[in-house]
């Protein structure tokens, strides 16, 4: 089970008045203990990316800027000055917008931007933002770490090729879809109102998707009469968001996940995943079927159907409701799958980890076929039938779907278009 806030708690059982009396008597005796109300600790400098997190995967060639957030932990009365440094392999890919910082006296918040040098690297490279104080009196508490993917080259076999060129005799040209394309759009995400998850994950928002890449490929599954696409890398543009949804409910979760004596916590330690360890994370989806006469594409499917092969906690076909049936390929879980292989017993370990463990269900939580709002316990008003839309002659795809994510308010949404880059 997940863990409640102790605000929700108080809130269920109509003790708000009770809750509002001891925080003002335990506010006024910190007033009483520090008359001047002065922060008497060591002032610290904190680092994180606009959306609160550590760590960062970006595409090599990406061009969209970083925003770095730089927050003191107290005001100071004079200006706050730090130098900014970059290190690693895959610094010399990316570009200060700053190399010394300055805070304004009173301020507690100061930022500067990263952008990617758009040239292409073969292998995945790493860099670490770190930050000098050169005021006196400083400590920084941490620094970021960016992770640099190359593009996945994809050519199609000779098998492919044929059917591709069968298309095409056809009338259906998927040159024009085929390859690389830019994506834009959103992803309006519930939150939650009962519990209380990682940070940047908790409340209900917007985010948008600019300019992300995604490579699209021909299925395995195509046949000669039925074209069907696989989406192989950074699928609808979410690699980034749904890695950030997934620290929230794990990583990033100190209230529930990092508890002693839970098997979470073994977990984590076993392979050494810290929230400012370099993880990767691939959103693939296989099986969209093409219809050309209509323009429309069916991408939606069996959960069961996503999963690998050799993903331990694979569940049974029955039991698996239709949703947007993605692949998750997950750095973390490669080494959870490793540590099984190489210790059966491990599994027990991952299994007793808790639902918040299981990247499949905590991303596609609830049936998306028709409106479940019932079965999340949320009011109408949320869910969007899933469509797909394919223009040849345009190059381009367009789509809309809901999914539930664990123990969230109700359906989240995803709109994106995307077009063919040349």
Known sequence: MMTNSLYH????IGAMGLFAVLFLSLLSACRQDNPDNKFRG??????????????????ATSTAPLKVTVRLTSRRSDAVQLQVRL???????????????TIPAGQLEGTFELTSSGKEVKTQQQAQV???????????????????????????TAAQQALIDGYRAKGIDLSTILGYHMVEGSVEWAG?????????????????????????????????????????????????????????????NLVYFYAEGTSSLEVMKAINWTQSSAETFNVVLDNIRVDASSGTLAFTGKRVTGMPATYPLREEEKDSPIVVPFTYESSVWKRVMAKIDADPTFKE?????????????????????????????ASVGHYVKPEGKIDLKKGTLSFTFPFHGYNSDYYSVVKVTSQHRK
Request: charged share 20%; proline share 3%; with cysteine.
């Open 192 to 252: 939650f109102s009962d519990y209380e998850y990682g940070e940047g994950i908790r409340a209900h928002q917007t985010w948008g998707i600019d300019n992300a890449t995604m490579l699209v490929t021909l299925s395995d599954r195509a046949t000669a009469d039925q074209p069907v696409l696989k989406f192989a890398y950074n699928a609808f543009g979410l690699n980034d968001i749904y890695k950030r949804i997934w620290d929230g409910y794990t990583i990033n």
């Open 9 to 12: 708690r108080c809130r269920r």
């Open 42 to 59: 060591t002032n610290k400098v904190q680092l994180s990316f606009s959306d609160g997190s550590r760590t960062k995967l970006i595409d």
């Open 87 to 101: 290190t690693g392999e895959g610094a010399s890919a990316l570009a200060l917008s700053t190399e010394t910082l």
């Open 349 to 377: 370990k991952v299994e007793m980890a808790g639902e918040n463990m299981e990247l499949y269900k905590v991303l596609s939580n609830t049936g998306i076929d028709e409106d479940r709002s019932s079965d999340i316990g």
């Open 130 to 156: 770190s930050l000098t104080p050169i005021s006196s009196g400083l400590t920084v508490d941490n620094t970021l770490t960016i992770t640099l993917s190359p593009f996945p080259v994809w050519t199609p």
